[in-house]
């Protein structure tokens, strides 16, 4: 399988060491000092494009590849926004694309272990819910897509809650009214990522935290998920590879 990366920055490298390990070829390296590059590669020569590159370069690379008719697995977090615009390309474009906040398959089981323990803390209101994520100093956007991801989990289980807020407008007595829940983002040396769920009351606290020891299980599962799109068509997500309802 010839694959296209898209960002080669600390993840993109780690991917490329997987791919080759799992016989596959790496058909371009596309970063930011090299944009222009993208153009000289022809569609017969990608069967699949891994985009992990920034909030900036997103929207424009997924655009570009889908027009190409390759399948797309993105892993780039903070353009969200223009999402519903890029599946409704690939739809039209008869194309496939997959989209993850994060291809730990560890991580995906603590999203669903989120929403578990959200609905049993549906019944109980004196509990606040909040949320820390903790990512290296090169990372762009907070709150991660990561942390994102759980607080839509948490709020498909607790009426109350109706959208987040991040550590910036914490202290804003209006942003942390009851139907918010906050995400602090802290950026520190090299960590590749650490998420922490916390529910507090006035006499104990719960909480659930994931802990990436590496890049390494973020940027297996991106590879598997690329094997996994070549052939399909359509817009899918962790959930469909796993086989998870």
Not at 63 to 89: M, Q
Not at 146 to 175: C, Q, Y
């Amino acid at each position: 399988m010839n694959i296209l990366l898209l960002g080669y920055g600390k993840m993109g490298k780690t991917i490329e060491k997987i791919a080759l390990e799992r016989s596959h070829q790496i058909a371009g390296r596309i970063d930011a000092d090299n944009q222009a590059d993208l153009a000289n590669l022809e569609p017969d020569d990608v069967d699949v494009v891994i985009e992990f590159s920034s909030p900036e370069s997103a929207v424009e690379n997924l655009t570009y590849c889908l027009d190409r008719g390759w399948p797309v697995v993105c892993g780039t977090t903070g353009w969200l926004s223009h999402r519903t615009d890029i599946e409704t390309l690939c739809r039209d474009r008869k194309g496939a694309f997959f989209y993850a906040s994060n291809y730990s398959i560890g991580v995906n089981l603590f999203f669903r272990l989120n929403k578990v323990l959200a609905q049993f803390m549906r019944n109980y209101p004196s509990y606040q819910v909040s949320m820390t994520e903790i990512h290296h100093t090169e990372k762009k956007d907070a709150p991660s897509g990561t942390a994102i991801t759980l607080a839509e989990g948490v709020m498909e289980h607790l009426p109350n809650k109706r959208r987040w807020v991040s550590s910036e407008a914490a202290n804003d007595p209006v942003n942390m009214s009851d139907d918010g829940i906050a995400i602090e983002s802290l950026r520190e040396g090299t960590v590749p990522g650490t998420h922490t769920v916390r529910y507090d009351s006035d006499v104990d606290r719960i909480e659930i935290t994931h802990v990436a020891h590496s890049r390494q299980g973020f940027a297996l599962g991106a590879v598997v998920a690329a094997e996994w799109l070549v052939g399909r068509e359509g817009v899918f997500g962790m959930d469909d590879l796993l086989g998870q309802s």
